[in-house]
């Protein structure tokens, strides 16, 4: 089982590298950040938006926020532009840092039960185990904007977890009461 140490620093960290990535993909233009270039989800654009629709989809399982009003699908034109793509990033990323931010170890356990849209059938899991599903999506897709972002020129930041800014700061943390 993780512990809220542990998310309190994943959320750290997929900040530090949200931050990273939005940074670079500003350094493109429209055309360039919305290009197909063969990902999941086609462009830089459409899989930053997929991450932000599969955050806030599973924020809506853990905490009392609302899930996006799309499907998988969709999740790639969930945002036009890019300026608020990366203002609702920010907000969501600040959420996360809270919500973890108060996390106990009473947060992680049990189970939980969902209906899945993209598998169209409900799951029961223990919720360690979706926390660090949510965080490992996110470093999933953004290896691949990582990657498309390279390839189209622009320098997103190292994604190591000991290069993280501010790293000791999250490491010593006290833990929520």
Request: proline share 5%; glycine share 6%; no cysteine.
């Amino acid at each position: 089982m993780i512990t809220p140490g542990h998310a309190r620093l994943m959320a750290a960290y997929s900040h530090w590298q949200n931050d990273s990535l939005y940074g670079a993909a500003a350094t493109l233009s429209d055309e360039e950040r919305k290009q197909d270039r063969g990902a999941f989800f086609g462009s830089i654009h459409g899989t930053l938006a997929h991450v932000l629709w599969g955050d806030r989809t599973w924020l809506s399982r853990f905490t009392a926020s609302t899930a996006p009003d799309v499907g998988i699908a969709d999740s790639p034109t969930l945002f036009e532009t890019f300026e608020t793509l990366r203002t609702e990033r920010e907000k969501t990323d600040a959420y996360i840092l809270d919500w973890t931010k108060t996390m106990s170890t009473d947060d992680l356990a049990g189970d939980l039960t969902w209906f899945s849209g993209a598998a169209k059938r409900e799951f029961t899991l223990p919720r360690w185990a979706l926390v660090t599903h949510f965080f490992n999506h996110q470093t999933h897709h953004r290896g691949q904007v990582h990657a498309m972002l390279t390839a189209a020129g622009a320098k997103p930041s190292d994604t190591d977890i000991p290069f993280m800014p501010d790293l000791d700061a999250v490491l010593s943390a006290p833990a929520a009461k």
